[in-house]
Each structure stands twice: as C-alpha cells, then as structure tokens.
Antibody, heavy 118, light 108 residues
Framework: QVQLMESGGGLVKPGGSLRLSCVVSGFTFSDYYMSWIRQAPGKGLEWVSYISGSGNTIYYADSVKGRFTISRDNAKNSLYLQMNSLRAEDTAVYYC???????????WGQGTLVTVSS | EIVMTQFPATLSVSPGERATLSCRASQSVSSNLAWYQQKPGQAPRLLIYGTSTRATGIPARFSGSGSGTEFTLTISSLQSEDSAVYYCQQYNNWPLYTFGQGTKLEIK
C-alpha cells in the first residue's frame, strides 16, 4: 500500500534552518509529482511547493519563494524540503503529499510539526 | 489567485440527517474541484475529485455537485464518524492550486 513518512520537524529559532524529508513506498516514485502542504495551528491548508517526477518542474508559494527549496532523490524514493530563514509564520504541520499530477492530493503523510520560536 | 470561500464556517446536524456544505470560487474553476475530510490530529483524506467522483473507498453517502464557481458537498444520512473539517480545493488554475478555509461539521 502507499505510504508517505515525513521526518525532520522540530523547534528552531527565527532565522534558522531545517530540512524535512519524506520517504515513500507502494508506488513508482519517479512517475509522480510530489508536494509539501502545510497547516498552521488551527488554520487551513496551504500548498507550499511541488516538484515533478523528473524534478524539472518546480513551484513555490510566494510566501516561501527564495527561502525554501524542494528536491527529490528518485533512487531513494525520497522528497525533501530545505527551509532557510525561518519565520514565526512558518510554524505549521508540514505534510508530504502525492500531488498534483492530476490536480488533487490522493495520498498524504502523517505530517511533521515545525515550530519557529525563540 | 483563485480564492475559495466555504460556508457555513460551522454546521451542526443530527445523526441520520443530511448535511450540505458549500464552496464558492472567485472565478470559474470548471469542474476541477476536490473535497477533503480532516479529523482532529489526522491528515486530510481525499473524498471527491472532478467535482463529483468519489475517491476509492469513500461511501456513497458522500456526493459532490456543481460547476464553474458554485459547488456543494452533500453527506446524506450523517453518522457520528462524519464529524470533521471539510475542505474544498481547486486545481483549475495551474500552478497555484488553492484550498478553502474549511467547514467544521459537528454531529449533534
């Protein structure tokens, strides 16, 4: 079955950096777009970034452009999100998701919490 | 950016009754609309895509309708496990796909 497992979340000070990872199984990873979607505490969902199966097409939300970098290693079935210059407003649960090849999200990870606070 | 507005913000319905959740887009998204269910402490789960196609394993009591800018998620014969927050999402406006702010469904 399809599984997505995030790791790397934690507490970081404003201006700091963090790298999230997501290991997937149950499907041919390189065939699919993958995404990071976040949810601030008690708030709705925000699409942060996505990357095509080959890595040639990448999208970033304006709120993270220039600070976050998405990447993937198809040999390791892994998706990454390098987050630099973190701000308090980046505090959220970050979900790894299989999307948006067809537009919608059909599989989600369990999420990893990132807290930016001094 | 296409803004998705969901209403009501909170809906309270008795078990066995029908719940109707609405989602409005700031411009036409054709039929490129999905719905998700999120329970506390869990990741969202895909319910419906293409406005009305149920995802694998989703019970038939969940149905979607609409087109253009007005969409509806209907849950017939509500059960206690349907208590959750429901989100709509448009995927018509590449590359920026956007979610609504959610409707919290409470079972009386």
């Amino acid at each position: 079955q399809v599984q997505l497992m995030e790791s790397g979340g934690g507490l970081v000070k404003p201006g700091g950096s963090l790298r999230l990872s997501c290991v997937v199984s149950g499907f041919t990873f390189s065939d699919y777009y993958m995404s990071w979607i976040r949810q601030a505490p008690g708030k709705g969902l925000e699409w942060v970034s996505y990357i095509s199966g080959s890595g040639n097409t990448i999208y970033y939300a304006d709120s993270v452009k220039g600070r976050f970098t998405i990447s993937r290693d198809n040999a390791k079935n892994s998706l990454y999100l390098q987050m630099n210059s973190l701000r308090a407003e980046d505090t959220a649960v970050y979900y790894c998701a299989r999307a948006p090849g067809s537009g919608w999200v059909d599989y989600w990870g369990q999420g990893t919490l990132v807290t930016v606070s001094s | 950016e296409i803004v998705m507005t969901q209403f009501p913000a909170t809906l309270s319905v008795s078990p066995g009754e029908r719940a109707t959740l609405s989602c409005r887009a700031s411009q036409s998204v054709s039929s490129n609309l999905a719905w998700y269910q999120q329970k506390p402490g869990q990741a969202p789960r895909l319910l419906i895509y293409g406005t009305s196609t149920r995802a694998t394993g989703i019970p038939a009591r969940f149905s979607g309708s609409g087109s253009g800018t007005e969409f509806t998620l209907t849950i017939s014969s509500l059960q206690s496990e349907d208590s959750a927050v429901y989100y709509c999402q448009q995927y018509n406006n590449w590359p920026l796909y956007t979610f609504g702010q959610g409707t919290k469904l409470e079972i009386k």
